[in-house]
C-alpha cells in the first residue's frame, strides 16, 4: 500500500530537542556526564497541598467520568486568583480550562482565522506560536524582536497595510525564549496598536510568576482595554510544576472564549476532575511554594548566567522565564552546530537559537532546570574544557 500524507505534513520535520536528545542518551549510555539544559521542565515536586488534593480526588470513582465543564470551584479559584494577583475581575463565561497553554494556541486559530488571514508572529518566538496559525492555513507575518530594542515588538515599524489586513498578532512576556519582560507602557501601546487596526490580541503569559530582580509579573489583562482586544494563556504548569497535569486557562474577551469553547467542546471532554481540584487547591492554597521557587530560579540565574561571563562567555541576565538567552561566543556563528559541538566536547546541552526562528540564530538557550552547585560544576567542566577558547571552525 502506498501512502499518501496531507501536504502541511512536509513543514514538519523531527525537532532539534529529538535530535539533541538521541545524542545526549547516546552519550549517558556511554557513561559520559551530560549538563542537560536544553527542556523547560520544572525539576521542583508540586507543593504538598496540591499533591494531596489531587490524591484524594483520585480515590472518588466519580472524578474518573467525563468532566464536560470545568468545576465550579476550579473556576470560582481563577477568578479570586486574577484578581488577588493582577487585580482582573473576570466572569465565569470570561475564562476556560485547556490542556496547557501549548495546546490552547495550537488550536485557537482555528476558532479565529478563515485560510489565508494574516497572524502577526514574533521573530524569534516560541515555535508553537506559528505552527497553531498555520496548520489551520493562516498566512503567517513575522515581526522583529531585536536587542538594540529590548525585544519589544516596534508597533510602528509595521507596515500599515499590513497592520490593517492582520487578524491576530501573538504576543508573549516574560518571552521564551529572550527571557525579556515587557513594561506597563508598552502593554498600553499595543492595546491601542490593536483597537486601532481591529487586531484580536493572544497574550501568552506562562512565566508571570517566574520573574527576577523585582520587577513585575503583570496580566496584559490589567492595562485598561484589554479585554476588548484580546484573550491571555495562563499556565500553572511553571508555576505550581504542575506541567504533567496538562491545565491552563484562557481568559478575557467574553466572544472569543466563547468561541473557542464551542470549537474545543468538538474535541474535548473536559480536564480530569482531579487535575482540576489540584489546580483549585493550588491557586487557592499557599502561595510560599510559589516565591520560594521564584528565589531559588533567580540563584540559578545568577549562578549560570555570572558563571558564564566569569569564564569569557558574555549571558546577560535573565529579566524572568526559567530560561536564559545568550550570543554565541566570538567566532562562532551557526547556533546548531555550536551546540552539538559544546555537547560532544563539554556534555553541556543547550538548544541552538535558530531553533526560535531565523533572528534566533546567532544565541543558545539555556533552561534553568539544575540547582546552582551543579551549574558551577558545569561551568568549570566546560572552562577545563578549553573549548570556548579554541578557534571555531565554523
Not at 289 to 296: D, I, L, N
Not at 344 to 360: I, K, Q, Y
Request: hydrophobic residues 40%; contains cysteine.
Amino acid at each position: 500500500m502506498e501512502l499518501h500524507f496531507a501536504a502541511r505534513m512536509e513543514a514538519f520535520q523531527p525537532g532539534i530537542f529529538n535530535v539533541l536528545n538521541d545524542r545526549k542518551l547516546e552519550m549517558e549510555a556511554a557513561g559520559r556526564k551530560v549538563w542537560n539544559l536544553s527542556i523547560g521542565t520544572p525539576d521542583f515536586p508540586p507543593d504538598d497541598h496540591v499533591m494531596q488534593a489531587m490524591t484524594q480526588a483520585c480515590q472518588d470513582p466519580f472524578n474518573y467520568t467525563y468532566a464536560v465543564t470545568d468545576l465550579p470551584e476550579l473556576v470560582q479559584a481563577v477568578q479570586l486568583w486574577y484578581e488577588r494577583r493582577y487585580g482582573v475581575r473576570l466572569t465565569g463565561e470570561e475564562l476556560t480550562s485547556i490542556y496547557g497553554s501549548q495546546e490552547g494556541i495550537a488550536h485557537i486559530a482555528w476558532a479565529l482565522c478563515d485560510p489565508g488571514d494574516i497572524v502577526l508572529v514574533p521573530n524569534p518566538g516560541y515555535p508553537i506560536f506559528s505552527v497553531g496559525p498555520e496548520l489551520c492555513g493562516a498566512r503567517l507575518v513575522t515581526y522583529d524582536l531585536t536587542e538594540e530594542n529590548g525585544y519589544l515588538p516596534d508597533l510602528d515599524a509595521i507596515p500599515p497595510e499590513t497592520a490593517r489586513q492582520a487578524k491576530v498578532m501573538v504576543v508573549s512576556y516574560p518571552l521564551n525564549p529572550v527571557c525579556k519582560t515587557a513594561p506597563r507602557s508598552f502593554y498600553e501601546k499595543l492595546v491601542a496598536f490593536a483597537r486601532r487596526n481591529n487586531i484580536i490580541i493572544l497574550h501568552d503569559n506562562a512565566y508571570s510568576e517566574i520573574v527576577f530582580d523585582g520587577r513585575e509579573g503583570m496580566s496584559f489583562l490589567s492595562v485598561p482595554g484589554a479585554m476588548e482586544v484580546g484573550v491571555e494563556f495562563n499556565s500553572l504548569s511553571k508555576s505550581y510544576c504542575l506541567t504533567g497535569a496538562r491545565i491552563s486557562f484562557v481568559l478575557g474577551n467574553r466572544e472569543i472564549v466563547q468561541k473557542f469553547k464551542t470549537l474545543r467542546s468538538q474535541i474535548d471532554y473536559g480536564i480530569f476532575r482531579p487535575v482540576q481540584i489540584a489546580a483549585a487547591a493550588a491557586l487557592n492554597g499557599s502561595q510560599e511554594g510559589v516565591a520560594w521557587r521564584r528565589q531559588e530560579y533567580q540563584r540559578r540565574r545568577d549562578a549560570l548566567c555570572g558563571g558564564l561571563r566569569s569564564i569569557g562567555w558574555s549571558c546577560p541576565d535573565s529579566e524572568g522565564s526559567m530560561f536564559a538567552w545568550a550570543p554565541l561566543p566570538s567566532g562562532f556563528t551557526d547556533s546548531s552546530r555550536f551546540c552539538f559541538d559544546l555537547l560532544e566536547e563539554t556534555g553541556l546541552l543547550c538548544t541552538p537559537g535558530a531553533a526560535f526562528g531565523s533572528l534566533g540564530e546567532g544565541y543558545v538557550r539555556f533552561a534553568l532546570v539544575l540547582p546552582p552547585e551543579e551549574l558551577r560544576e558545569m561551568i568549570a567542566a566546560v572552562d577545563k574544557s578549553g573549548f570556548l577558547r579554541r578557534k571555531p571552525n565554523i
